[in-house]
Every structure is written in C-alpha cells, then in structure tokens.
C-alpha cells in the first residue's frame, strides 16, 4: 500500500445484530470507490474471533473532535472551511445515493462519523455500520443519532435516501453554527426532543444570520429538514448549489483558523 498509513478498527461482536452491522460495514465500505470515502483494504479475526477491519487512516480525526476538543471555547475556523466540508459530504453522499442497483443510504451522518485528514482539508465519510439499501415496501429499522435523524425514521420506520438529506441540513447548521444542534433543548430528554423534531422543531436559523450569504444558507439548511421527504433536494442538487458557492470564492483560498497539531486530537 506504497507506505501509507492505515487503520485497524476492531469489532467487539456480541450478538447477532453487532455481527449484521459489520457485514454492512465491510460490504458497502468494500464495493465504494470515492474520494470523499474511507477506503476498505480487507477484513481478519483476532483470536477471539473479533473482526478486524483494515482502512484508510485520517490523520486528523473526526469532524466532532475537532469542533469541540475545547469545551471552553467555540469552534474556531472560516466559513469556507466550513463551506469546503460540507460540499466534499454532499458529493461523498450524493455518490452513494447513485449507486446501483439501488441507492445506499448511510443512515448515520453526523460529525463523529465524519473523518478529517491532509490538514483538516480533506472530509471522508466513515462508520457504515448503519448503511442500507433502499427498501420500497417494507419498513426498516429506527437507526440513527436523534438530533440528526429524520422526522420519517422514528415516525414511520418508511424512509429513503431523502433521511440522508435530512441529517445533511443538520450537519450544515452545526458547521456553520458553530453550535451543537439543538441545543436549546439540552434539558429535554432523548424522546421528548425526538417528538418536538417530529412535530416541527429545528435548530435555529438566527444562529447562521453573521455569514454574508445568511440568506441562501437557511434556504437551503430549510429545504433540507422539510418534513416532507419528497419536497427535499437531491443530495446531487445540493452538491451542485455548493460547489457553485465554492469556486465563487475560489478554490485555493478557504483555511482553517487556527490549525492545531493532529497529536493534540482523540483520533477516532
């Protein structure tokens, strides 16, 4: 693998679920050929039978890592760091949503399972443990993180790869917040603010008004968490409206402020 760096993610299996979810992983992880997607090298067993999975190595560890490695102070990078991630996770998704024979669905998109490398410039999707093909007519499981999950999902268990669209919109507002989604709930519990996300309840839109394109971003983060499924853009459209905002302000000059040393951040 010419000198590169890899990692060994190990799968403690306990039953028969844990067992399903790293078939998925190594199946879908296994069959995508992106740039914006950890890579899959092979699979082994340790002598207590645990899977060991080989992959890419991100250096600079995952996107909620980065965000919030100090507690004490808010998140501190440009907009078009910002606007660079989330146009690199909208083609990384939108790819899966395009392949065949049926879209794949991740199901889990949050910053924990978004990976950083090559100077915190590079996004990768990662953590396929929860990836699906599209069902038509039957209903599927309830996997996901709450904050993130689609109305759809904990309603109805019927969803498709628009529940990806979904958490997307909510990715957006974190990243460009500065702010953990929902935080105006904080003190409700797990299911209470599931219900309040289900009836309407989104993050707040003031919190993104300081960038210059305020206007074009709550747009977009509005149609991204519409209750209606159907009503959401392709995650290929989205792609397509953030790239056109990306090379409007030029590809060579988006930076990260301040950049810390990866040796500082808990690697995932």
Not at 47 to 75: V, W
């Amino acid at each position: 693998m010419n000198g590169a760096q890899l990692a060994l993610k190990r799968i403690f299996v306990n039953d028969a679920d844990a067992k399903k979810g790293i078939e998925r992983e190594v199946k879908y992880l296994s069959s995508a050929y992106h740039e914006n997607i950890i890579k899959f090298y092979c699979t082994m067993e340790d002598k207590e039978c645990n899977t060991l999975i080989l992959m890419e190595f991100a250096d600079c560890g995952s996107l909620h890592n980065f965000m919030y490695r100090d507690r004490k102070q808010e998140p501190n990078y440009s907009y078009l760091a910002a606007l660079n991630w989330m146009h690199q996770l909208s083609k990384g998704v939108a790819y899966l949503h395009d392949m065949k024979p049926k879209p794949v669905i991740h199901r889990d998109l949050k910053p924990h399972n978004l990976l950083l490398a090559n100077n915190f410039r590079i996004l990768k999707i990662a953590d396929f443990g929860a990836v699906t093909e599209q069902a038509t007519s039957k209903k599927m499981t309830e996997i996901g993180t709450p904050c993130y999950m689609a109305p759809e999902v904990s309603i109805s268990h019927m969803y498709s790869e628009k529940c990806d669209v979904f958490s997307f919109g909510i990715v957006l507002w974190e990243v460009m917040a500065h702010k953990r989604p929902f935080y105006h709930l904080k003190n409700l519990p797990t299911l209470a603010t599931m219900n309040k996300i289900s009836q309407g309840e989104r993050p707040l839109l003031a919190d993104v008004e300081h960038h210059a394109n305020s206007n074009k971003l709550k747009s977009l983060m509005e149609n991204c968490w519409n209750t209606d499924p159907k009503k959401r853009l392709a995650m290929k459209d989205i792609a397509l409206e953030l790239g056109t905002d990306f090379v409007h302000f030029g590809l060579d000059i988006f930076s990260i402020r301040p950049l810390p040393d990866p040796s500082d951040l808990d690697f995932l």
